[in-house]
């Protein structure tokens, strides 16, 4: 049973329009909710992370919402360009075990 | 240059062939970590390590081992291969349990068992 549930599977934005990408989870031991970027051939890479007590973080065109209530969280990527296709994973951290947990991952293609 | 390196990168072999992946990091890491990656099922953990001679499960360890007894190396070993153990790897490391500490990950190893 998946611990965090990430849609939609793949999305199709225009160069310029917002990617929006869905995260939700139950456990609620997880304290850290970051987001990561693979390209192919390559590892995953961190792109923003954000705690539960925090309810948005931006860093750049990158931001986080955070829903602590729903337990849910997304990743908003405004003025997409065709270099952010890739595809992206949220994940959620359990901090006595440090144990990871990824969502099955969201195909980003920008069309230009 | 501060990475995670695997080896090998690609790697077919057969059913019941022991084999091991190595992992090794050069930033002084305390954390080490291996996922499997399949598609629809994101990355998913196998083992974890907190320190040298200090491993724990994750969430999918069976048929896979692991040890720690230097700080930079982590190496996956894979006593019995089976072919629903042909996945992407990939280990990955951090400098602790800290928010601020990102985990590094590898470029990923291809295994395929037949």
């Known amino acids: 049973q998946q611990q965090v549930k990430q849609s939609p599977q793949s999305l199709i934005v225009q160069k310029g329009g917002i990617s929006i990408i869905n995260c939700a989870y139950e456990?609620?031991?997880?304290?850290?909710f970051p987001w990561y970027q693979q390209f192919p051939g390559k590892g995953p890479a961190l792109l923003i992370a954000i705690r539960p007590d925090v309810s948005e973080k931006k860093e750049g065109r990158f931001t986080i919402s955070f829903n602590k209530s729903a337990k849910q969280f997304s990743l908003h990527i405004m003025d997409s360009q065709p270099g952010d296709s890739a595809t992206y994973f949220c994940?959620?951290?359990?901090?006595?075990?440090?144990?990871?947990?990824f969502g099955s991952g969201t195909k980003l293609n920008v069309k230009p | 240059e501060a990475q995670v390196t695997q080896n090998p990168r690609y790697l077919i072999t057969v059913t019941g062939k022991k084999l091991t992946v190595t992992c090794s990091q050069n930033?002084?890491?305390?954390?080490m970590s291996w996922y499997r990656q399949d598609p629809g099922l994101g990355l998913r953990q196998i083992y974890y390590?907190?320190?040298?001679?200090?491993?724990d499960k994750g969430d999918v360890p069976e048929g896979y081992k692991v040890s720690r007894k230097e700080k930079r190396n982590f190496p996956l070993i894979l006593e019995s291969p089976s072919p629903n153990q042909t996945s992407l790897y990939f280990c990955?490391?951090?400098?602790?349990?800290?928010?601020?500490?990102?985990?590094?990950f590898g470029d990923g190893t291809r295994l395929s068992i037949l």
């Open positions: 990955a490391s951090s400098l602790g349990r800290g928010l601020g500490q990102p985990q590094h």
């Open positions: 930033m002084n890491h305390e954390y």
């Open positions: 390590s907190m320190n040298v001679e200090v491993t």
């Open positions: 456990n609620t031991a997880f304290d850290y």
């Open positions: 994940a959620a951290r359990t901090y006595n075990f440090n144990k990871f947990y």
